[in-house]
């Protein structure tokens, strides 16, 4: 996920923390869930999309409102600002190891109990959450905006969940008051290790089509993942090599940025997709399920998209966005946003050969303003489309630059 966040736990990390999450609430009938308010029969939350993130509002134990991202990739309830625990006041916690989390302190988790979860027009049942020790994702800085946490399996689990990305919308009610989308595509879905996964095909340029077994992970924004493809056939005939394509607690995950020629799913084909291909070596052995890669937001916000755990099926309805062409970043800039406004932007990494690389723009460089606009008044999501808005592009940049400020010319570059 070159320019894109990965931040998914360890999986036998993530297995572990909701191993014991479920232990805590032992003794409930149907586990951790949400469920409509009395006299409700749907109930509509907005939210808001930053860099393919799909971020709500929610309160904590009549605290906040503090934001959350909602991701069907995550099995559990994850605060990852530690602040948090303070402003919760939240007693009788306990201190837990993560395995694959790192060292330390980074290694460490709180286990919270049975916390109130407020979301309105939705009541809470036996949900805890584990809280980081360590903000070792650096969500905010990421989105350019305070995110809090990760809302995940206890949300979807016991309701039809409907997102409209073209509104802004999630719509929930219960799966029995679930009303058909007209044009719309059914597809099969398992629910298993708390995540739900689904069947795909695959078309690529001197491969015969193959089927893949795919976790559908709202929280990743690429398009698709495929893993063990570089095992399997040997790297795709064109493209980026040496992409980083994000960091998860284990460190950068690295491999390539690629196009299939085609991505089936139920009735739709999606052309000219944009795909990551880890290296071989970022793949964990130890997966409670076996799968085949992700599907991200990158594909899915260009559908109205329903789960509905309990049934066991996904429905994908076309949007107006859905034959706009997928377009990799063009800069080579990995970026962040800093300071207590997150209204400065800091880069983070650039990409050896470049467009960025070949003007001698650096890590820890500062961007000031793009094209005369300061970018304290823009978004990052903004800023993504203006570097990947077209192939020979001038921006001017206003840059810090080994303490001073340059301004410097960066003529964008397609490079796959």
């Known amino acids: 996920m070159l320019h894109k966040l990965y931040y998914k736990l360890h999986r036998s990390a993530a297995w572990w923390l909701a191993a014991i999450l479920t232990f805590c609430v032992a003794g409930t009938v149907r586990g951790q869930y949400f469920d409509l308010a009395v006299n409700k029969k749907k109930v509509n939350i907005p939210f808001r999309l930053e860099r393919n993130l799909l971020i709500i509002k929610l309160k904590i134990n009549n605290k906040g409102p503090f934001n959350f991202i909602l991701d069907t990739g995550v099995g559990l309830m994850i605060i990852t600002d530690p602040k948090l625990v303070d402003s919760l006041s939240i007693p009788n916690k306990r201190t837990l190891k993560i395995p694959g989390l790192g060292e330390g302190e980074d290694s460490e988790a709180y286990v919270s109990p049975i916390l109130n979860v407020e979301i309105p027009g939705l009541v809470s049942y036996d949900i805890a959450a584990a809280i980081l020790k360590k903000d070792v994702f650096n969500l905010s800085g990421y989105a350019g905006m305070p995110v809090h946490g990760l809302l995940g399996y206890e949300f979807f689990n016991n309701m039809a969940v409907k997102i409209d990305f073209q509104d802004s919308t999630v719509t929930v009610c219960r799966p ?241």
Not at 245 to 264: A, C, K, Q, T
Not at 307 to 327: C, G, Q, T
Not at 337 to 351: H, K, Q
Not at 377 to 398: G, P
């Open 176 to 416: 029995k008051d679930l009303k058909p989308m007209r044009r719309s595509s059914k597809i099969p879905m398992s629910v298993e290790d708390r995540k739900p996964y689904i069947s795909a095909r695959v078309v690529m340029p001197g491969v015969t089509p193959f089927k893949t077994k795919l976790v559908v992970d709202l929280g990743a924004g690429h398009p698709v993942s495929i893993e063990r493809y570089i095992k399997n056939y040997g790297l795709p005939q064109k493209f980026i090599s040496s992409a980083n394509l994000g960091i998860g607690l284990n460190g950068p995950i690295n491999g390539f940025i690629s196009r299939l020629e085609e991505f089936d799913i139920g009735k739709f084909r999606v052309k000219q997709v944009l795909a990551s291909f880890p290296n071989d070596n970022n793949n964990q052995n130890n997966l409670t399920v076996k799968r085949d890669g992700n599907l991200g937001a990158g594909i899915l916000k260009r559908f109205t998209v329903v789960f509905d755990y309990p049934d066991s099926v996904m429905y994908l309805k076309r949007a107006s966005n859905f034959d706009e062409p997928f377009e990799h970043d063009m800069s080579g800039l990995e970026y962040y946003a800093a300071g207590d406004n997150y209204d400065r932007i800091v880069i983070s990494r650039v990409e050896p050969g470049s467009a960025a690389d070949e003007i001698g723009l650096e890590r820890d460089d500062e961007i000031i303003a793009i094209n005369f606009n300061p970018v304290s008044k823009m978004t990052l999501q903004q800023i993504d489309e203006l570097f990947k808005s077209k192939d020979d592009r001038s921006l001017l940049l206003d840059v810090y630059h080994e303490k001073r400020l340059d301004k410097v010319v960066l003529t964008l570059k397609r490079r796959i």
